[in-house]
């Protein structure tokens, strides 16, 4: 209260200190990662090359004089190498995927996002798309200055350079994945005869906008706003399962120091608070706030704070592939290893290994002949010049090897019946062929009406290759 002339005032409220709670890290603000070398880092570039080798190189594997790996929309079959699966043998494709699912659910558990770290398609373009925009632009420093800098030629060459290189790379790729949906030569031929089809056209077109988009522009945000996988990854997460963990008992209290300082003595840890995790970061967090769902588990924030360790002549380790009980307890090496086979891991791996068991030994046994049996819905059944009553079936025969097979057919279920002729069917690898069955039973031989008869077809020279579908002859 304020006294004047004998008089009390009021005083104004006092001003309360507002105090600002800052996120972890700008949403919006755009990451540079700054180079980093270092054992992670080799790795992951190993990965990037051995992706991309095999992405950019097994289309244009031959293979029996095709594709050795084509998914052949026109004609609706699948090439893998010796495999060829037909429409019918979708089941496969969806025991892929599940198989793919149960492997990543595994791999999660046991060892985090590795995947996302070291082999996920966003993180290898994103790390070939900044090569190249550090060989045009520069490294994190440059590269901050050149994007506040106003516009000058040089900025103008700079920057139309980089983007030229990540057009012609996406062209590339858009032309690479259509290759593997229909033959590679065939589209390169068209592209240089500039005749190229609409739908193929689009598709190169629409991919190269993908990964220029993806890996040129949206890069940390795919992983911190857009991917699923970031959400629910922390499902499968428990506290063994390795991730990239700091280690704040031996860190804190952070603080810059020289060399030669005891930092114990100054009540300080090991961490010098000196950022170069967050700079290297490819999403921009920082490691020492916990564990983040946007931590991609690429360990460059190890590589770099090794380094510092290094320097500071401190242990390394600070930051490092750990589990949360492990740095919590203090686990041993030893200890985390034993720990990996916990129950949820142990049920993922059983799972994963019995399917993987069934669908080898389904595609083992996989007898390459499908067969389908139509009848002729024209006529049921009609009597023959020499009296006997017959029926006609449409046959498809599927080849679905590689090899060029002769089948031969045969009839069986009611006495005496027998095909007009016995036709035998020469069918290429890979194609249907078709055959018109004339069937015959002396008059009296089966009831009136449809009774079960069955057609074996096989390889004249092979007989494990063989197949035997039902079907029903109708007698007047």
């Known amino acids: 209260m304020i006294v004047a002339s004998g008089i009390k ?143 000058t030629p040089r900025k103008l060459a700079l920057k139309t350079g980089k983007h030229a290189a990540w057009i012609v790379f996406s062209l590339w790729t858009g032309f690479t994945f259509v290759g593997y949906f229909m033959p590679i030569r065939d589209l390169a031929h068209d592209l240089v005869a500039l005749t190229p089809g609409a739908w193929s056209s689009f598709w190169v077109g629409f991919y190269a906008l993908l990964t220029y988009g993806n890996a040129g522009f949206l890069r940390e945000q795919m992983c911190r706003q857009i991917c699923p996988y970031a959400r629910f990854q922390f499902v499968m997460f428990d506290p063994d399962t390795l991730i990239i963990a700091y280690d704040s008992a031996r860190g804190e209290a952070r603080g810059p120091r020289a060399k030669t300082v005891d930092a114990r003595a100054q009540g300080l840890g090991d961490c010098v608070d000196c950022g170069i995790c967050v700079q290297v970061c490819p999403t921009g967090i920082d490691i020492r706030n916990g564990l983040q769902n946007e931590c991609i588990g690429c360990a460059a924030c190890i590589d770099a704070c090794d380094q510092v360790m290094d320097k500071m002549a401190y242990p390394r380790g600070l930051i490092r592939y750990s589990t949360e009980n492990a740095v919590s307890q203090r686990y041993t090496p030893t200890d985390i290893v034993h720990r990996t086979f916990r129950p949820r891991v142990i049920a993922y791996t059983a799972i994963l290994c019995l399917l993987t068991t069934a669908t080898a030994w389904s595609l083992a046994t996989r007898v390459p002949l499908k067969v389908n049996v139509l009848k002729d819905r024209g006529t049921l059944a009609r009597e023959a010049d020499d009296g006997s009553i017959e029926n006609v079936y449409n046959l498809q025969i599927m080849n679905t090897g590689d090899l060029t097979r002769t089948f031969r057919v045969v009839v069986s279920g009611i006495d005496g019946i027998h095909l007009e002729d016995e036709p035998a069917i020469t069918v290429a690898g890979g194609e249907i062929g078709t055959r018109t069955a004339v069937v015959r039973v002396e008059p009296g031989a089966a009831k009136s009406g449809a009774s079960a008869i069955s057609f074996s077809i096989a390889d004249v020279g092979d007989a494990s290759v063989g197949v035997t579908e039902k079907a029903k002859f109708w007698m007047p």
């Open 9 to 151: 005032m009021p005083q104004p409220p006092a001003r309360r200190k507002v105090i600002e709670i800052k996120p972890a890290f700008d949403p919006d603000a755009k990451v540079y990662p700054r180079s980093i070398s270092g054992a992670y880092t080799r790795w992951r570039w190993m990965f990037v090359w051995l992706t991309q080798i095999i992405f950019y190189g097994l289309c244009w594997l031959p293979w029996h004089g095709r594709q050795a790996i084509l998914f052949d929309i026109d004609a609706r079959k699948f090439y893998f190498f010796d495999l060829v699966l037909w429409p019918q043998d979708t089941i496969y494709l969806v025991l892929l995927m599940v198989l793919g699912a149960l492997a990543l659910f595994l791999f999660t558990a046991v060892a985090g996002r590795l995947w996302c770290g070291y082999a996920c398609p966003q993180t290898v373009y994103t790390e070939i798309f900044l090569w190249f925009e550090k060989r045009f632009e520069g490294e994190r420093p440059q590269r901050i200055k050149l994007d506040a800098a106003q516009w």
